[in-house]
């Protein structure tokens, strides 16, 4: 089970932090990630970072957005800076494993011109 929170209202240029914890040992999936889906358009990934540490984000958010672990927490988070409007959408926690991709209720971000 994962429970993604953290997202909100926020003005251009300005933070969140989103977080995302898991019921299992996140130290044991392969992949953990955040995706995002804006209205009318497809589920994308912002972010993924794997078991074994290997980080990736998507071109539209590197240098804006880091994404970590908490292995003792099992939790997952995304600290989005320099927010802009388009990204604006829902974003969504998921892990991969065993070939079977898992997925979290969402959180809204808002960003605001």
């Known amino acids: 089970q994962l429970q993604a929170s953290g997202g909100g209202l926020v003005q251009s240029g300005g933070s969140l932090r989103l977080s995302c914890a898991c019921s299992e040992y996140i130290s044991a999936i392969n992949r953990m990630a955040w995706y995002r889906q804006a209205p009318g358009k497809q589920r994308e990934l912002v972010a993924q970072i794997t078991k074994d540490g290997n980080i990736d984000y998507a071109d539209f958010v590197k240098g804006r957005f880091i994404i970590s672990r908490d292995n003792f927490k099992n939790t997952i988070s995304l600290q989005m800076n320099s927010l802009k409007p388009e990204d604006t959408a829902v974003y969504y926690c998921?892990?991969?494993?065993?070939?079977?991709?898992?997925w979290g209720q969402g959180t809204q971000v808002t960003v605001s011109s």
């Open positions: 998921n892990a991969f494993q065993w070939y079977t991709d898992y």
